[in-house]
């Protein structure tokens, strides 16, 4: 290397009289990145190297690595940035996004990579880069404060702040210079800097009022109402006019796989034996599956689809995305039978395991929606379409024909040339059409699918974050548990133990949750839904497994989210904990998106662990945290959609069901529990065991297992409401009835 990474970082425009970071550190990043380092720039000397280097070098984040050869002068998030703006008197511009996110990638190369803003910037700003998935409280604040000044909101994040971190102006994706329709980035950057050095003060008020507006934003609002047993059904009547008949899910576009809460209909249509939620359920499962939106090659689905039919898709896979839906999926296979969403779900998890899987039994966060296209070019959704030629290159004639009628194939495509896959025809009428028998037919489908994937795989891939989020691995160790349960699959089961094994012994430090784990190291405090997430898959996981130390753990877990997130006054659970920096707010999560909130998936873990543990304190916790949302329950359920699960649960009279089997002889519980595997039985927990040590264990947490058994070589289930257990059986025929 000619010249070292400082010496590029000294070069950055507008930099000439700030220090650099010491030169050492540096150097070690440079030798953590390694020789398989390629700077993502489009500013590259002749010798393949970068030629700026800035202060995001030093970092693990795949996002902010993604921006370390950009001539701005980009801090991370810290006090750093800010004791230099407030000796300089400068304001702040704070860009969150992440990595996979595209009109992030847009916006780096039309603005950040622009020499003649980055000068700008580098001489009048402080500017500070944010992986919102790497700091959700920072992202969470400065987008409310975003709401606040009556935006919608969105990423790349770009917000502008005093030196006291007090926002006065934000906005998402801004164009570089001014064009037809309004500003561009760097005039509006000249008109911020003119506004802030004109009046001080007035800039100062802004912030506090857009804080004070923050604070209020991020609390829950104020006041107990009294809560009706009907709410989760009130709830799914809200959303029944805006449902689309044609499509299923909501009406308009782009459409979310969680806008519609199918697992909230399958609740509450079963209690109500209303068959017109059970069809609007089965619709959306299966027109999503049908769509672009789920990747008809190598399983699993993309973000969100940009048209009704769920044809177009947003190209970002995203691991809390198909953790969630695999779950939807499996439920919906209960509820309505068929071997197609079972072997949704199975795909689903297929994917994880080949794609998203890192080493050492975990997940990583999500893969990008551009890759690079056969002109070289980065393109959105090169990787995942196809052209006629290139199915009949990897299939033949005949198999690709087939595949092509299943899949909508065209000449001119559905994307930019391109075909997005998605199923026009059922296999009846694919082996009709064909004169071909149906398994035949699958058995083609399928080798061929296994061929497309293969030759696909050998395109250059889309980026993917290996960024390890304990959050969304506790997402995917529920998808696992439940997965290896409902389809009786061990090896499910056994993934699920390497992803909880690999948390609790890599992202432990000092018996505390990390945050995510990043180039070989735990990173950063672990906040509410790392706890809620990693507690509701490792109680899943006992079910699965009957292994106490699964449960064990969860308790652990609970213990610190009671003594470091809880309101004590208030009631519910703060994002931060007690370790936590202290921002301009402290959010208290009231809103069930696209992941659930912390609080909506705590109180679900404490109904579960009163109802294993009978410990009365866990109940009583779940009910003061119902309180302190029960204004906003009444006011907008579908805002709490995941959190009316947990009140359907609160509601009900949850059923214990208890199978015991022979020492050594888990199998010979498998009758019993095809029961569970078939039917839909929420609101239960369910304690599978071996007589023995599993047993003996399990029972000092579980009092409802004392003097529980076998009979002989046969396995025993008891169903058990109240703390009273029915007739004990070992006939799956009789353990139908009692259930049904």
Not at 90 to 113: D, K, N, Q
Not at 614 to 635: G, H, I, K, P
Not at 711 to 735: I, K
Request: proline share 6%; aromatic share 8%.
């Amino acid at each position: 290397m000619d010249r070292s990474v400082e010496d590029r970082y000294l070069e950055l425009p507008g930099c000439a009289d700030l220090p650099a970071p010491p030169r050492e550190r540096f150097e070690e990043a440079r030798l953590r990145r390694g020789s398989s380092y390629h700077p993502r720039t489009r500013h590259l000397l002749p010798d393949g190297f970068a030629r700026y280097t800035n202060r995001l070098f030093l970092e693990t984040s795949p996002y902010l690595l993604q921006h370390a050869h950009n001539p701005v002068n980009w801090f991370a998030w810290g006090d750093e940035p800010f004791d230099l703006a407030r000796r300089l008197d400068r304001p702040l511009l704070v860009s969150i996004g992440y990595a996979t996110c595209h009109w992030c990638h847009v916006m780096e190369e039309e603005s950040f990579e622009d020499e003649e803003i980055a000068r700008f910037l580098n001489e009048n700003f402080i500017a500070v880069k944010v992986d919102r998935e790497e700091r959700p409280d920072v992202d969470s604040v400065y987008m409310t404060s975003l709401h606040a000044m009556g935006s919608q909101g969105g990423w790349p994040l770009n917000v502008f702040l005093t030196p006291d971190r007090l926002p006065f102006y934000g906005g998402t994706y801004f164009p570089p210079f001014d064009h037809s329709r309004g500003m561009g980035f760097l005039t509006l950057l000249q008109r911020l800097l003119e506004a802030y050095r004109a009046d001080r003060q007035r800039i100062a008020r802004a912030g506090e009022q857009l804080s004070e507006a923050v604070r209020s934003m991020l609390a829950p609002e104020s006041g107990e109402a009294s809560l009706s047993g009907s709410l989760p059904d009130q709830a799914v009547r809200s959303l029944r006019p805006a449902f689309d008949m044609v499509n299923g899910g909501l009406q308009g576009a782009p459409k979310f796989p969680s806008s519609l809460p199918l697992r909230l209909l399958f609740r509450s249509a079963r209690r109500n034996k209303d068959r017109e939620l059970t069809a609007m359920a089965a619709l959306t499962l299966r027109q999503m599956a049908a769509g672009g939106i789920y990747d008809q090659v190598g399983g699993g689905f993309h973000r969100y689809a940009t048209d009704q039919q769920w044809l177009i898709p947003h190209f970002e896979k995203m691991l809390y995305d198909n953790a969630l839906l695999t779950i939807s999926y499996l439920e919906g296979y209960q509820q309505l039978g068929g071997p197609d969403l079972a072997a949704v779900a199975k795909e689903t998890l297929r994917y994880l395991m080949r794609d998203m899987a890192a080493p050492e039994g975990a997940f990583y966060a999500a893969t990008d929606a551009d890759s690079r296209a056969a002109n070289g070019k980065m393109e959105e959704g090169y990787f995942f379409t196809w052209t006629p030629e290139e199915l009949t290159d990897v299939l033949g004639r005949e198999r690709g024909q087939l595949v092509a009628g299943l899949y909508g194939m065209t000449e001119e495509g559905n994307f930019e040339g391109r075909s997005i896959l998605h199923k026009v025809k059922s296999i009846p009428e694919l082996a009709r059409g064909a004169g071909l028998p149906e398994e035949r037919v699958r058995s083609l489908l399928e080798e061929s699918r296994e061929m497309l994937y293969q030759a696909r795989s050998r395109r250059p891939p889309p980026l993917r974050d290996e960024k390890i989020l304990s959050a969304w691995n506790g997402l995917a160790i529920s998808a696992f548990a439940r997965g290896g349960m409902v389809l009786d699959d061990v090896e499910l089961v056994n993934q699920a133990r390497r992803t909880a094994t690999f948390i609790l012994v890599k992202m432990m430090p000092e018996g505390r949750l990390a945050h995510s784990h990043q180039g070989g190291q735990p990173k950063g405090e672990g906040f509410l839904d790392d706890y809620a997430f990693l507690i509701g898959g490792l109680i899943d996981l006992f079910e699965a497994s009957g292994e106490a130390h699964w449960l064990e753990q969860a308790l652990s877990l609970t213990a610190i989210v009671e003594g470091e997130f809880q309101d004590q006054e208030g009631g519910g659970y703060f994002m931060t904990g007690s370790r936590h920096e202290e921002l301009i707010a402290r959010e208290k999560p009231a809103y069930d998106g696209v992941v659930p909130s912390g609080n909506s998936v705590m109180i679900m873990n404490l109904l579960r662990l009163h109802a294993l543990t009978e410990q009365a304190r866990y109940l009583e916790e779940a009910n003061r945290t119902v309180a302190a949302f029960s204004s906003r329950l009444s006011s907008s359920p579908a805002a709490l959609s995941e959190m009316l699960l947990a009140l359907d649960f609160l509601n009900d009279v949850p059923r214990q069901v208890v199978v015991v089997a022979p020492r050594g002889d888990r199998q010979a519980a498998e009758g019993l529990l095809r029961e569970f595997q078939r039917h839909f039985i929420p609101n239960r927990t369910l304690v599978v065991l071996c007589e023995g040590e599993q047993l003996d264990r399990a029972a000092r947490l579980i009092p409802l297992l004392r003097e529980k058994k076998a009979n002989g070589d046969q396995a025993v289930a008891y169903l058990c409401e109240n703390r009273s257990c029915g007739m004990p059986t070992s006939d799956p025929a009789e353990l139908r009835r009692q259930l049904s």
